[in-house]
């Protein structure tokens, strides 16, 4: 099973934007999709987004939609996240997670659950706060 880092987590101020990286072991382009995750303290883990195979199709929570955007660099094998306009309720610990292979390589309807996911990021802190 592929392995993931993230990286780029920072403290920011309100509005400010982070650019989150998700490094693969191994490429993911044709084979997994790629699901962006986080939890904030006291709260239960959220699905934020999720990003196909090899289409790049991506899907996004309501609560992130038209501020963050899912990318991947195929060259590299990194999954970005690109966050903008963030806010006081964007804090979290942010995680990747790749589909388990049973599940292909494309966004399911279930995607947000977090269940699809078979490998898991160890997490990357982000602050929102002035």
């Known amino acids: 099973q592929v392995q993931l880092a993230e990286s780029g987590g920072d403290k920011v101020q309100p509005g400010g934007s982070l650019r989150l990286s998700c490094a693969a072991s191994r490429p993911t382009s044709d084979y997994y999709a790629i699901g962006w995750f986080r939890r904030a303290p006291g709260k239960e883990r959220e699905g934020i987004a999720c990003?196909?195979?090899?289409?790049?199709?991506?899907y996004y929570a309501d609560s992130v939609k038209g501020r963050f955007t899912a990318s991947r660099d195929n060259a590299d094998n990194t999954i970005y996240l690109q966050m903008n306009s963030l806010k006081p309720e964007d804090t979290a610990v942010y995680y990747c997670?790749?589909?388990?292979?049973?599940?292909?390589?494309?966004?399911?309807?279930?995607?947000?659950?977090?269940?699809?996911?078979?490998?898991w990021g160890q997490g990357t802190q982000v602050t929102v706060s002035s």
């Open positions: 997670a790749a589909h388990w292979p049973l599940y292909g390589n494309r966004c399911l309807n279930t995607w947000a659950t977090g269940t699809d996911f078979g490998s």
């Open positions: 990003i196909s195979a090899p289409n790049g199709d991506t």
